[in-house]
């Protein structure tokens, strides 16, 4: 029949649903179904006992071909880079385990790494925001329980974060919200017509790279004063109306993504969103949430603030911690030629990076840990597969709301395949015999 | 004024912090000693002189301290860093965090910078003859305290994100600027002669702005409200006043509250 | 391991009372003993120095979700401070909220052995766990909240106290936490719809039962389980003009309620912080503010039965963190700094505020007088404890320069002859009447002696005597010292720290990390088929997490757990 594992932690995007259920074959070594993911974190599951799946390390050869490798020789390059770089770029970190993330800070700190995460594409702007204004926010059972006035700006969470309308912020009937999708009432605010937008009870569809405008007028609009007539392509009635149904709620929420964090002004953006947010702490509740992308980004940004005092662009190179996103952040280093040398586990930069950067990658001594074959792992030198933390392997991981949860291993990894943190681990041992601490 | 002349001698292979290239590191010293001040590179520590050939020597106090660098530094980064006093001439194109901190003193590039330049500024006079890049006379990550003091004056462009939390002094732009001027400004002064581009004087609560040239986009939160005459860094004109944001919280005292002022030209 | 002998040094130890004699301190295999019993000790000579117990602190903010928030939205806190490692320490940033690592060191340098984290939100235990895990040489444990918690305010409502154990029991051991922390009752449920309790009498808006209720019920239910600390307590109305009125009736809760505890303690409520709830008038300015700490302090001084922490405010730039999610809001709107709150679903809420206290200000000098007089003014010095709730009130690092200020009047009298507003604060607040300073006798219980004592810890900590755990202290003092700046050096630079018998600091250097353990204390009671069934039906409905998933594993985040049993089944 097969054993049923519950409580399974999804180890895919931010919302970090705990619910899931896998069922694996009698002799516990092969997932045959994933119930209550979503299509995204069942893939996740499912696809990691793929046929073709690699299993030892592989080092790109002069001429583009791959040649396998052990770990140990694997450890030695990448631990022989690290110590001899004289700026190495430590990125990712964000598709792993808190646990293999704090191995990965003692040997930055050690080496004088600069380390980055995933934020810095995606919410460092947050970050940023959150430095400079604050953030008035709350855990996403508050949303699923008070909420009654639910906005998501510059973000698809149908296609980015599938159940988080389902598990938190439109459709649970919470403890003051008993009539569930009906308690609340959802706008959207894009450029797009998006599957989300199709959702909501408005849709301001503003112009593109003026939400810091828009915002701007929100909070003229919630003190009574006067508009332009238009403003980011949506009418000032339309403002003026949003504005009342958030002051009208008895619990407004923002939820933000890309849309903002990426499109002009990034930080200011969410600056202003924050921003709105306290003025409408004014006349009611109301709170703020960014949609974090990868399941631990966010822990990531947790360890490195209690280690080092910041969640990204963290500069170790001169043997204490700073931070500058724009001279710190990973981009600017690829791109202004500022590191010699680059590790990634836990992202897929090349992926996700400009093309100009993943091209500076690729001509620097690099290794890509993951289990996958990616972008990234295709411009490396060296390429090392790991465990699945979340399904091969536990670990702690941080939802988008910072709630910590720990993830459970569901089934081993493949025979002889590490896990981020026993890479880690002899990575670290080999770096202090080469800088003899 | 006693002239310390450095040159490099070489392009670093990175990028070098030269945070010790001030007159108040280099005030009592010798050039031998001089030489002998770290400058980094990542995790490496090299000496000035490995990087600089190293003439003259330096007064005994920094007010009395002259720095000239003659040559490539566009890899050089802090030149000038938290400098009280002295002058520091930088004759080519240098990197980021120029003037960064300074609390008094002068400092000239001839050349482009790049970001960061007059961080965090509290006094003194930085003048860039050249474009400077994002980030001029803002304020360091998470402080509410911009600029406080001093005059930054651009003979180009700048980038975006000038003078943000700004509290005093004064930063002149001769030409272009890109988005985002005098965010979350609470006083001082932001002057641009040419053209600005979209959210300008956003979030402001206090302070004046002037655009001698086009505004592609008005911040919402900002309301006209006269014309005036005056002059400004010399040049008169008549400039439409306009006060905001209104999104933003004003002080009030004894009944009267105190806007952010935009000025635009005519 | 080694064994030591301290000779020669001026011993204070309350418990044991000995006030200043030359006395040797041994400690052999990690505990204290007689120094008969060592023969092949190392030799540390202490003389002309001070010899105590290792610290004990009662209430910081040292290791969770809030802090995080604090570091991680504060990069202007670590500006210029950041510092390089040294030998075995790591580097360290961090002015007002420091890295963890950075906080293992400054308790050690103050030679503090044990710290509690005043409020851990429960469902963020892990976190609070990570951060004190990464905090290297002190003991330490978390308290966690539960003035809010919708089962709390459930079954008290209904006086139901056996479940309200039944349940605190279970989050004690689901956190793997310490005892009963109470932040501004029912005022941070009512802020999850924006709003506060603006008296212990308020109805907590759909729960219906008010923040006296609260109060004595945790008093009761913490009585019940007989837990080593009491209910520990941050009342509402924290930092406003007039709150005296207040706490006096919240410290009134307490009357009648004697402690069953086989710990030690005497006391069944610890009020936390009173600086901030002692004060008079309707507002912060010079014509209105007054100090009420005498009227609060002969309150204390007459109950058996409550002990409290300081709060000194220290005049410096800091960051307020707390529970007390309304009192950030409203902080933020008076300072317009950037503020950052998290409310937590059934549970609680913080928030964050960076503060400044300017001494060229009436109201900082005044507050800051407020918490110095209530230590002035306290008769017990085992139950009045040395915090500035940091860093809240001022940052950890602070402590010795409020030592200093308590045992000379003449730091205090130059404080108040530098600020502005001076003379003002001496006509409005006591401190200029006093000039009481504090022995060294009276610091060793305020800093360790009585702060075991209040947790319960008093048969492992806080004292010299034979059977204790080997935390010893030896400060760079001379109790024959003329200057002031002395005390101030001392505290903060321990010339050796020994931790459960472990030669930490030598000579004035960080040598070892120790071998921190996180205590936590479980709970045994009765089988509570209602609160189980709670329990579940809350997590299926209510929580974004599941019942399976909420517990701390022990494994993963206490590598060195150290468990104090309770039984509660009678």
Known sequence: MGKIVTDVVCPFCGTLCDDLEVKLSDDGKEILEVYNACAIGATKFLHSQASDRLLRPRMQQDDGTWKEVSYDEAVEYTARILADAKKPLMYGWSSTSCEAQEVGAGIGEMVGAVMDNTATVCHGPSLIALQDVGMPSCTLGEIKNRADRVLFWGCNPVHAHPRHMSRYSIFPRGFFTGKGSKSRKVIVVDPRCTDSSKMADVHLQIQQGHDYELLDALRVAFKGKELPDVVAGIPKEKIYEAAETLKSGRFSVIFFGMGVTHSLGKNHNIDEAIAVTRDLNDYTKAAIMPMRGHYNVTGSGQVWGWQFGFPFCLDLSRGFARYNPGETSSNDLLRRDEVDAVFVLGSDPGAHFPISSVKKIAKLPSVCIDPHITPTSAVCKLHVPVAFVGIEVGGCAYRMDNVPIETRKVIDPPEGVLTDEEFLSRVSDRVKELKGV | MSTVTLTPTQVPELYLEADNITPDHFAGKSAEEIAALNVYMGNATYKLGDYFDVEGEAAETAEETKIVVKGDVSRVKYIGMKMSAGEVIVESPADMYMGAWMLGGKMTVNGDVDAFAGLGMTGGELTINGNAGDYLGAAYRGDWRGMQGGTIRVSGDAGSDIGTFMRGGTIIVGGNVDVHVGTHQEGGTIIVKGDAKTRVGGQMVKGEIYVFGDIEVMMPGFQQREDVEIEVDGESGSFALFEGDMGERHPTRKGVTTFGKLYMKY | ?570
Not at chain 3, 169 to 185: C, D, H, Q, Y
Not at chain 3, 343 to 363: C, M, S
Not at chain 3, 427 to 437: M, V, W
């Open chain 3, 1 to 570: 391991m080694a064994e030591y002998l301290i000779k020669n040094g001026y011993v204070y130890d309350p418990i044991l009372g000995i006030n200043g004699d030359k006395h040797d301190v041994a400690i052999k295999d990690g505990k204290m003993v007689d120094a008969s019993a060592v023969k092949n000790a190392k030799v540390i000579d202490a003389n002309g120095m001070t010899v105590m117990a290792g610290g004990v602190d009662i209430h910081a903010h040292i290791a969770g979700p809030k802090l995080n928030i604090g570091r991680n939205f504060r990069p202007e806190d670590k500006l210029f401070n950041a510092k390089p490692g040294q030998g075995i320490k790591h580097m360290v940033a961090g002015h007002s909220v420091p890295t963890t690592f950075k906080f293992g060191y400054i308790y050690a340098n103050m030679g503090y052995g044990f710290a509690m984290e005043a409020a851990m939100p429960p469902l963020y235990a892990r976190h609070t766990h990570e951060e004190i895990r990464d905090t290297p040489i002190i003991d330490e444990a978390a308290l966690p909240v539960f003035g809010n918690n919708w089962f709390v305010l459930e079954y008290l409502k209904n006086h139901e106290i056996e479940n309200t154990a039944a349940y605190i029991a279970w989050i004690l051991r689901a956190t793997k936490g310490f005892g009963i922390k109470n932040v501004n009752p029912g005022g941070t449920e009512a802020w999850a719809w924006g709003m506060n309790c603006s008296s212990i009498h308020d109805n907590v808006p759909y729960f219906d039962i008010t923040p006296a209720e609260i109060v004595t019920g945790l008093i009761e239910a913490n009585e019940y389980l007989g837990l080593p600390h009491s209910m520990h307590v941050h009342g509402n109305q924290l930092g406003e003009p007039g709150n005296y009125k207040t706490t006096l009736e919240t410290l009134a809760l307490a009357k009648g309620y004697k402690p069953n505890s086989k710990f030690g303690r005497d006391q069944v409520l610890h009020q936390t912080h009173l600086q901030f709830h002692s004060y008079g008038g309707d507002s912060y300015s010079s014509k209105s503010f007054e100090s009420k700490s005498k009227e609060v302090a002969d309150y204390i001084n007459k109950q058996d039965n409550i002990t409290f922490d300081l709060g000194v405010v220290t005049l410096d730039d800091t960051t307020t963190m707390t529970a007390d999610g309304p009192f950030e809001q409203h902080l933020s709107h008076m300072n317009h700094l950037k503020w950052a709150n998290t409310d937590v679903e059934l549970e609680t809420a913080a928030g964050v505020v960076p503060f400044q206290y300017r001494k060229n200000t009436f109201i900082a000098v005044a507050q800051w007088a407020v918490g110095l007089e209530l230590a002035l003014y306290a008769k017990d010095p085992m139950k009045c404890f040395l915090t500035t709730d940091a860093p809240n009130a001022g940052p950890l690092w602070r402590y010795p320069r409020v030592i200093k200020w308590l045992m000379s009047e003449q730091a205090r009298n130059e404080v108040l002859d530098d600020a502005k507003y001076g003379e003002k604060v001496r006509d409005r607040c006591y401190i200029g009447e006093l000039d009481r300073e504090i022995s060294l006798y009276e610091l060793a219980a305020m800093t360790r002696a009585g702060t075991a004592k209040a947790l319960g810890l008093g048969n492992m900590f806080g004292s010299l005597r034979p059977g204790m755990e080997g935390d010893v202290v030896v400060y760079p003092y001379s109790p024959e010292s003329e200057n002031p700046e002395d005390i101030e050096y001392a505290f903060g630079n321990a010339k050796y720290f020994i931790k459960g018998g472990e030669m930490i600091i030598n000579d004035g250097e960080i040598v070892s990390n120790g071998n921190k353990r996180t205590f936590w204390v479980d709970c045994k009671v009765n089988e509570n088929a209602q609160v189980q069934h709670d329990i579940e039906e809350k997590f299926k409905r209510y929580y974004t997490v599941g019942l399976n998933n909420y517990d701390v594993n022990e494994k993963t985040f206490l590598p060195n757990p150290h468990r104090i049993e309770v039984d509660a089944t009678q």
